[in-house]
T-cell receptor, first 113, second 112 residues
Framework: AQSVTQLDSQVPVFEEAPVELRCNYS??????LFWYVQYPNQGLQLLLK??????LVESINGFEAEFNKSQTSFHLRKPSVHISDTAEYFC???????????FGQGTTLQVKP | DAMVIQNPRYQVTQFGKPVTLSCSQT?????MYWYQQKSSQAPKLLFHYYDKDFNNEADTPDNFQSRRPNTSFCFLDIRSPGLGDAAMYLC???????????FGPGTRLTVT
């Protein structure tokens, strides 16, 4: 069975500092990997995804994630965070033909001024 | 703009009183999902429809039912809500063959 582990439940960081949110997955088959962001009392928004090809994927707002097959990881990084990046971040893996998403427990990113 | 709409955004119901949550989409996607997200937890899939085919997760309680009368609408029925059913309920859609799910804003259910 597939599973996703987000290693940090909370990550406090100062504004303009770099950040890394860690995600590891387990799967016996090829996977699609996703990062979603959730602002308070809102639904999930897709941040970026890895399907195939280049292992480094980027979002429009400066986040990037690197798929590492040997380490079964898909860590999310941003070189300089903003206050507006404060949110809950979920790593997810897509399961087979159903497209079912299996989520990690989430990481709360707290950006301090 | 094409989107996934959930109504209401906040719903309060009494213990044991049936409640229905609504999801509609203008994306014309053929797959629709219902997730339950309890406080400080990850979303958990309850069931999904592929077109009219209903797929229940093995651990979804019988208390939860769903209807999809047409492509655009999907309903979540909770027959006898318990205190443990208080959660955010998220609807999502996907076009079959694609990889991305589009989420609605969610309905936060409170059970008193």
């Amino acid at each position: 069975a597939q599973s996703v582990t987000q290693l940090d439940s909370q990550v406090p960081v100062f504004e303009e500092a770099p950040v890394e949110l860690r995600c590891n997955y387990s799967s016996s088959v090829s996977v699609y990997l996703f990062w979603y962001v959730q602002y308070p009392n809102q639904g999930l928004q897709l941040l970026l995804k890895y399907l195939s090809g280049s292992t480094l994927v980027e979002s429009i707002n400066g986040f990037e994630a690197e798929f590492n097959k040997s380490q079964t990881s898909f860590h999310l990084r941003k070189p300089s965070v903003h206050i507006s990046d404060t949110a809950e971040y979920f790593c997810a893996v897509s399961e087979g033909n159903t497209g079912k998403l299996i989520f990690g427990q989430g990481t709360t990113l707290q950006v301090k001024p | 703009d094409a989107m996934v709409i959930q109504n209401p955004r906040y719903q309060v119901t009494q213990f044991g009183k049936p409640v229905t949550l609504s999801c509609s989409q203008t994306l014309n996607h053929n797959v629709m999902y219902w997730y339950q997200q309890k406080s400080s937890q990850a979303p958990k899939l309850l069931f999904h429809y592929y077109d009219k085919d209903f797929n229940n997760e093995a651990d979804t309680p019988d208390n939860f039912q769903s209807r999809r009368p047409n492509t655009s609408f999907c309903f979540l029925d909770i027959r006898s809500p318990g205190l443990g059913d208080a959660a955010m309920y998220l609807c999502a859609t996907r076009e079959g063959g694609s990889d991305e799910q589009y989420f609605g804003p969610g309905t936060r259910l409170t059970v008193t």
